[in-house]
């Protein structure tokens, strides 16, 4: 017997909804369409992954990532315990297995939020889930965001960006292309894709 979160009733395979992958170069917005978004539905569940980074100020353990060692990563890849796991820019990056199986199987729906190599990886373990890229209005205006986070010293800037070109050239395996001109609306369309509205 499968378990699922506390108060959830299992439904039947057929009517359960489909697993969303977010993508899209960094800076180009995942965040803040997500926050968004599940500030209306916070009924969609967003995964919280495990990461090496080390959290920018205002980021919480266990709420935006789950903030853990070399040897903690270690640890989760050798045990099987990742769903998907890819290095991004000097930091790895994974998927807790178990958290996104026991949402799906209580019919709730999920959405990951993580880069191009995890969306290949997901392709392959979860063919039925839906992968959406999320692209920039144009190279100009991704530069300025992700610049204008300020968030990252120059050289991580410049180390994501070199990831951006790879991403972006890689649009054509996802599913749907969403372009964040509008937060609000890329939400919208991101939530119909999602079958919640
Ligand atoms: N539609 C938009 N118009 C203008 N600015 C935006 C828009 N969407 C997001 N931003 C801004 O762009 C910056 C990057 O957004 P965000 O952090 O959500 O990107 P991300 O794709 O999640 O990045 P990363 O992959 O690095 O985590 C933020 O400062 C955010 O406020
Ligand atoms: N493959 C995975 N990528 C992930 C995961 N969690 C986040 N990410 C992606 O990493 C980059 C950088 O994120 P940041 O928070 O340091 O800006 C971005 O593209 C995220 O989507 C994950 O579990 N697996």
Redesign the pocket.
Known sequence: MAVTPRGTTPVPPDARPRLTV??????VG??TVVAHMRKEHPEVWL?V???T?KP?PGEQHGV??FFVTDEEMDKLIANGE?L???E??G?R???PRTAVLEHLEAGVPVL????????R?VRESMPEGRLVFLAPPSWEELVRRLTGRG??PPEVIER?LR?AKV?LAAESEFDETLVNTSVEDVARELLALMDVV
């Open positions: 977010l993508s899209g170069p960094s800076g995942k965040s995964s992954s495990a990461t980074r920018r935006h990532y990742l998907e796991w890819a991004f820019a930091n990056y994974g998927t990951l939020e993580i880069d191009l190599q995890g969306a990886q968030t990252e994501r990831a991403e």
